[in-house]
């Protein structure tokens, strides 16, 4: 059994350039030969790195809750009724638990999640994290030859009803949006010469101002991704340092674009002073640091993005319950619409390929000060 662990996390190894893993001699345990070959061929086959992380984290889950909730990993295909058991699971009412203890996961299924850390929030799963698991099980299921049941009316039908009855308001994934005031606050955190704080600084400008950046596009942003361009003379005739950076393939771009947004002033000069710093010619710019202050060659996990916010938020005197690293994203679109820019050019910037998304942060802002906000004075 130990060999067949060992081999499964040799094989991941293979895949830590596209796909980073922390936790890799758990996955090793807990997924099947079959699995991390189905990822191997996912790789092979080019999907998108962010993609795949995604998938790979979903795949782990369902393992995880097929071992705890029928004793065994997940059957390919799955039967209809382990489906409706997923569903029944993961979408529950709270209120209808306090009458009935039985209702919805099981406490040993759920004991066993949390402490394996793959279970975290207290209450029912998220709609779209329901669906989206569902989605990449489906996936998984198509990719290995075989027919699934998640067309089936019944399952329709029961993630329909479980939905309504979940009846729980929508909720952004950052509860305030980082502005250009509460950014400037948490950037005055980073007030030492330490490589820390120079590398901090630089992550929350550039994520900022680069049209709010998700944390994964953050983490693994490459040195071969920057290139300078020339300089832009300002209104008061300073001369402002300029770079374009490559995206490439981004979340909601397709395969064959490379997504380009350009990056001048403040935010370009934080930038190169912690590549300076760190002495970084090519490769991953935003790396680990540990506690002695050593720098690492790996890239940060994207995760960590979000830690660093939430630390600079403590740091601020914030509620780093209120903010995550989603803010940057949220607070781009506000600040654009605060300081009167199109939206349209904000879009360009933050690479929203939809409008409606886009203008839900937009309109927030401007909705605020107008008539109909302001009825009764």
């Known amino acids: 059994m130990k060999d067949a662990v060992d081999l499964r996390a040799a094989r991941l190894d293979t895949m830590a350039a596209v796909l980073p893993m922390d936790r890799r001699d758990e996955l090793a345990e807990l997924l099947t030969d079959q699995d991390v070959e189905t990822l191997r061929h996912l790789v092979e086959e080019g999907m998108g790195p962010n993609t795949l992380r995604a998938l790979t984290s979903d795949l782990a889950y369902l393992q995880a809750w097929s071992l705890a909730a029928i004793g065994t990993s997940l059957p390919w295909p799955a039967p209809e009724a382990l489906l409706l058991k997923f569903v029944a699971h993961h979408l ?201 202050g050593n720098l690492s060659d790996r890239p940060l996990d994207p995760s960590a993005v979000n830690d660093i916010v939430k630390h600079r938020v403590a740091m601020a005197g914030l509620e780093p319950n209120a903010f995550s690293a989603h803010g940057l994203r949220a607070g781009y679109l506000t600040e654009a619409a605060n300081q009167g820019i199109p939206l349209p050019e904000a879009m360009e910037q933050s690479k929203h390929r939809s409008v409606q998304q886009a203008s839900d942060y937009y309109n927030h802002a401007n909705r605020r000060g107008c008539r109909a906000a302001r009825i009764l004075r």
């Open 92 to 292: 529950w009412r709270p209120d209808q638990r306090q009458s009935d203890p039985d209702h919805g996961m099981p406490k040993d299924v759920e004991d066993t999640l949390r402490n394996q850390r793959f279970l975290r929030a207290s209450g029912p799963h998220a709609p779209a994290t329901v669906r989206r698991r569902l989605a990449n099980w489906s996936t998984l299921t198509k990719w290995r030859g075989a027919d699934g049941y998640f067309s089936s009316s019944s399952l329709k039908s029961a993630l329909r009803l479980a939905v309504r009855a979940h009846a729980q308001p929508r909720r952004r994934k950052s509860a305030k949006a980082i502005t250009s005031d509460v950014l400037m606050k948490l950037v005055a955190t980073c007030d030492r010469l330490d490589k820390r704080d120079v590398r901090d600084r630089a992550i929350l400008m550039v994520a900022f101002a680069s049209g709010g950046r998700r944390r994964s596009e953050i983490a693994g942003l490459r040195r071969e991704q920057i290139t300078e361009e020339e300089p832009i003379q300002a209104e008061d005739g300073s001369i402002l340092r300029s770079v374009s950076i490559h995206l490439g393939r981004t979340k909601t771009s397709n395969g064959f674009e490379d997504e380009l947004v350009y990056l001048t002033g403040t935010p370009v000069d934080a930038l190169f002073d912690w590549i300076a710093m760190a002495n970084i010619a090519a490769g991953s710019i935003f790396r680990r640091i540990d506690r002695w």
